[in-house]
């Protein structure tokens, strides 16, 4: 099976299948193929439990943004990207960045157990004759076991939340931004996207995603399964260029985070005495999301004002 995305302008989408698709002015950009739990590929040889973090910033031949994986080399333009894969079983990240005359791409990833951020921009004023592009690819591999001495054996239900914040834009005749995050293992929620491109009419693409997505994985209570979830950033032409410079930038820099386990169930009941388990020792009974240290713009005034008065009742007390 496969994931098809359709993305429209703007658009945010949710999928649910095997592996996913990025489709665009009638070219399809395999991203990921996903997989069951029985014969799981992991991107870039990624040992689970393990975490990955790609980037590159470069040209490339394609008609379009094709490139989706360094696992498809041929796509990449020889001697002109750079590119950075680093693979281990903790944080990772990655950086590259090419400059030709006024052209510029860049691209960053960094990803942890719970954590991924990616980022990719290209600004192209001259058209080199090949494309400018930059990719983010990052992600983790973890192997989860849920136990319950009541229902080992039987078939349970997973529901978490993963919590993602950024911006895309593109700009000029012919830019393009795209990001997708999936998650292995999904049935009911499996893959979610958004995705844009720069037109003469009606004009830049622009979109703020602040959104928890919502993905569920079937499991075997008392039975390890492996999951990976994987986040992708792609800023490049969509085509040929016009007369126009072209420009993109995919900014989840701050984002995603593993957002806790919503519910576990079984046969449609709730279950509330499972145990969890991970080979990475993470502990995904929590969420990940950063909290907000900085109070809310309506309460600063108000936290101001009790100190302030405070102080006033201390003076005149004195």
Not at 245 to 269: E, H, K, L, R
């Amino acid at each position: 099976m496969k994931f098809l995305f359709h993305f429209s302008r703007g658009g945010i989408n949710k999928l649910a299948g095997g592996g996913f698709f990025l489709a665009l002015q009638g070219a399809f950009f395999l991203l990921m193929p996903l997989v069951s739990v029985a014969s799981p590929i992991h991107p870039y040889g990624v040992p689970g439990p393990g975490v990955f973090a790609t980037s590159v910033a470069g040209r490339h031949t394609g008609n379009g943004v094709g490139i989706f994986s360094l696992d498809n080399t041929g796509i990449v333009f020889p001697g002109e990207t750079d590119t950075h894969v680093n693979i281990g079983a903790s944080m990772q990240s990655a950086m590259s960045a090419y400059t030709a005359g006024a052209n510029t791409a860049n691209a960053s990833a960094m990803a942890n157990f719970g954590v991924i951020k990616i980022f990719a921009q290209f600004d192209e004023q001259d058209y080199l004759g090949t494309h400018l592009v930059g990719f983010a690819d990052a992600g983790w591999i973890d192997t989860l076991t849920f136990s319950d001495p009541a229902l080992n054996g039987q078939q349970g239900l997973l529901t978490f939340l993963l919590s993602a914040n950024g911006t895309l834009f593109a700009g000029g005749n012919n830019g393009l931004a795209g990001m997708s995050v999936g998650f292995s293992e999904g049935v009911a929620g499996g893959a979610y996207g958004a995705q844009g491109q720069a037109n003469s009419q009606p004009g830049d693409y622009n979109q703020t995603v602040n959104e928890t997505y919502v993905f569920q994985v079937p499991f075997i209570f008392g039975t390890p399964f492996e999951m990976y979830i994987r986040a992708i950033a792609t800023a490049g032409l969509s085509s040929t260029p016009f007369a126009n410079p072209s420009s993109g930038q995919v900014n989840f820099s701050n984002s995603f985070y593993w957002a806790g386990i919503q519910s576990v169930t079984s046969n449609g009941n709730l279950v509330t005495g499972w145990t969890l388990v991970s080979a990475s020792g993470t502990n995904y009974n929590q969420s990940f999301v950063p909290i907000e240290e900085v109070p809310e713009p309506g309460t600063a005034p108000l936290l101001a004002a009790v100190l302030g008065g405070v102080l006033l009742f201390r003076r005149f007390k004195r």
